[in-house]
């Protein structure tokens, strides 16, 4: 009979326990995703923000800075990606009210892919450069030393053999 | 080799170009492309208890200005303009709306009161109609035309000059 009670006892003991997870993991699981999906938004409101200029500092990305106006335009980036507008509809928005000059890095067309390119074709200009003045360098050493005078080459090679004979 | 003398000089042509096209543009003009635009749709609550709609204002010309009581000493300076222009066309049709940005309410309030504003102003929560018509500091004025188009922006305290020739381009205007 003891064995019997205490047999009952576990069951009931393991039917709380499974109760209790039933309950429980699923809650713990949507708290959890909830966090996730939270730190998912935050991270695309930063990623948004960061390329948004702060319209009234200096140099100084949406996302950094501490402005009154800088934290409003964030608020309005966390709603717009709540409404499930995408980066680019975010920033064209942004675009048709302040302009390009709210993007931190300008869009690589029209004129503003010379500030894009200018670098790259420098670099390609002053390496060439570079490579021309070495190979002109390196092709002149040899030609560039001083011609001798003949009678000078031939006195030391004179004066050599007498040395030589001595 | 007369070419390679002329390499040099040459090559510098697009330089001075770009450099001559950078240094005659003003860095500091950000030209607004809100302008011969429609200006935004905005409904907000008035000081005064009453609300404010853009599209019910239709028909009349508009000055639209965002001011804050912390902006001194340009919204101070044009304070009295405003006032003055509004009691000076309003018979004209002209409406007037100031928009108050970033503000603490019992601070607008006062600003409010010591000019004697009587044209309908209202605050701005979130900085939503602010962030939709690109203000980046204030004071700003829109003029807006009878078809609700954006004519004209300014950034800084208003001219009388300058209200004037706007404000009577807007009242002769369709």
């Known amino acids: 009979m003891i064995r019997r009670r205490d047999r009952w006892a576990s069951v009931r003991r393991a039917t709380w326990w499974l109760t209790l997870g039933v309950v429980f993991i699923p809650w713990w699981g949507a708290a959890h995703a909830d966090a996730a999906t939270n730190f998912d938004l935050e ?10 200029r702060c319209v009234v500092c200096q140099n100084l990305s949406v996302a950094d800075s501490p402005s ?61 450069v570079v490579y021309l003045v070495v190979r002109r360098w390196t092709e002149q050493a040899p030609a560039s030393r001083p011609a001798v005078d003949p009678t000078y080459a031939e006195r030391v090679q004179r004066e050599l053999k007498d040395r030589e004979q001595v | 080799m007369t070419w390679k003398k002329l390499l040099i ?11 001559a096209y950078g240094f005659r543009t003003d860095p500091k003009a950000i030209p607004s492309p809100l302008v011969q635009k429609p200006a935004p749709e905005f409904r907000l609550k008035a000081f005064d208890g ?21 902006c001194y000493p340009a919204c101070y300076e044009e304070a009295p303009l405003l006032e003055a222009t509004w009691k000076r066309f309003k018979e004209q049709g002209l409406m007037m709306v100031g928009v108050d940005i970033q503000d603490k309410e019992a601070n607008a309030r006062e600003f409010l009161q010591r000019f ?23 004071p700003e004025t829109f003029f807006i035309d009878r078809q609700g188009q954006i004519v004209y922006k300014h950034v800084g305290a208003l001219t009388p000059a300058l209200v004037e020739a706007q404000v009577q381009a807007l009242l002769k205007g369709k």
């Open chain 1, 43 to 52: 991270d695309r409101v930063r990623e948004i923000a960061s390329e948004l």
């Open chain 1, 68 to 128: 009154d106006l800088a934290k409003e335009m964030r608020n309005l980036v966390r709603e717009l990606v709540q409404q499930g507008k995408s980066r680019e509809e975010i920033q064209a928005y942004f675009v048709s009210r302040y302009g390009e000059y709210v993007l931190l890095s300008p869009p690589k067309r029209g004129f503003n892919l010379l500030v894009w390119g200018l670098p790259f074709l420098a670099i390609a200009v002053g390496g060439g």
């Open chain 2, 9 to 19: 000089p040459l090559a510098s042509v697009p330089l001075i170009l770009l450099l």
């Open chain 2, 50 to 70: 009453g609300e404010v709609s853009l599209a019910e204002l239709k028909g009349k010309p508009v000055v639209l200005n965002f001011w804050a009581s912390w």
């Open chain 2, 116 to 138: 004697g504003f009587t044209f309908p102003n209202v605050p701005d929560p979130g900085s939503k109609v602010s962030i939709d018509y690109g203000v980046y500091g204030v």
